[in-house]
């Protein structure tokens, strides 16, 4: 079974450029999620769809970063502009459900630094 | 909303030697906490998870624990290997609800030669 891809897996900019990461959940996952994680934290949860749905974003950012999950399969994070604090890996997950949160498996995630 | 601390940070332990990681919730209506490791550089991956109908659970040298009075629950890992050094995460969610996964800031376990 092929595993949840992101790209690109590394970005550099400088602080007020914009950047977009790309997500493909696994094959018939409804559910998907991206995720920041700052160096020596866990993930946080940025937002969760539902198929095309938006189910939760209480903690994105909505001011800089957006995200849109078109025909319910791919997805894109944007951050627009970027600041040194969004310095972190971006991890994108998906579920077969969205009540089985077992069946989460992470993509290998993007790691972005911003100067 | 559910807030899961995560004790220790740090944790070294000799190789052979048991690691216990520790970790407290604040929602009493979570009821699915997964751990995950995650090594240098790579995705997390589930290695064990625990549903609030059970207290205890175990998949070979790891096995996890929950109180639900108490509202902690913890790895356990025995026979400890120098593969087990990674960071491992504790979380906790409400599956049938939001399903939102929440995580512990994590423990980085270091198995000593």
């Known amino acids: 079974e092929a595993g949840v891809a992101q790209s690109p897996r590394y970005k550099i900019i400088e602080k007020r450029q914009s950047v977009a990461f790309w997500c493909n959940p696994i094959?018939?996952?409804?559910?998907l999620y991206w995720y920041q994680q700052i160096l020596g934290q866990g993930p946080k949860l940025l937002i969760q769809?539902?198929?095309?749905?938006?189910?939760?974003d209480s903690q994105l950012p909505k001011d800089r970063f957006s995200a849109e999950r078109l025909k319910g399969v791919d997805s894109t994070l944007k951050i627009q502009p970027a600041k040194l604090e969004d310095s972190a890996v971006y991890l994108c997950?998906?579920?077969?459900?969205?009540?089985?949160?077992?069946?989460?498996?992470f993509g290998p995630g993007t790691r972005l630094t911003v100067l | 909303g559910e807030n899961v601390e995560q004790h220790p940070s740090t944790l070294s332990v000799q190789e052979g030697d048991s690691a216990v990681i520790k970790c407290t919730y604040s929602?009493?209506?979570?009821?699915?906490f997964p751990w995950y490791k995650q090594e240098l550089g790579k995705r997390p991956q589930l290695i064990i998870d625990?549903?609030?109908?059970?207290g205890e659970k175990k998949d070979q040298r790891i096995a996890v624990t929950l109180n639900k009075t108490a509202k902690h629950f913890s790895l356990h890992i025995t026979e400890t290997q120098p593969e087990d050094s990674a960071v491992y995460f504790c979380?906790?969610?409400?599956?049938?609800?939001?399903?939102?996964?929440?995580f512990g800031k994590g423990t980085r376990l270091h198995i000593l030669p």
């Open positions: 997950a998906s579920s077969l459900v969205v009540w089985r949160a077992d069946t989460q498996y």
């Open positions: 094959s018939g996952h409804a559910t």
């Open positions: 769809f539902q198929n095309n749905g938006v189910v939760d």
């Open positions: 929602d009493s209506a979570s009821n699915y």
């Open positions: 625990i549903r609030s109908n059970v």
């Open positions: 979380a906790a969610c409400i599956v049938n609800r939001d399903d939102k996964i929440i």
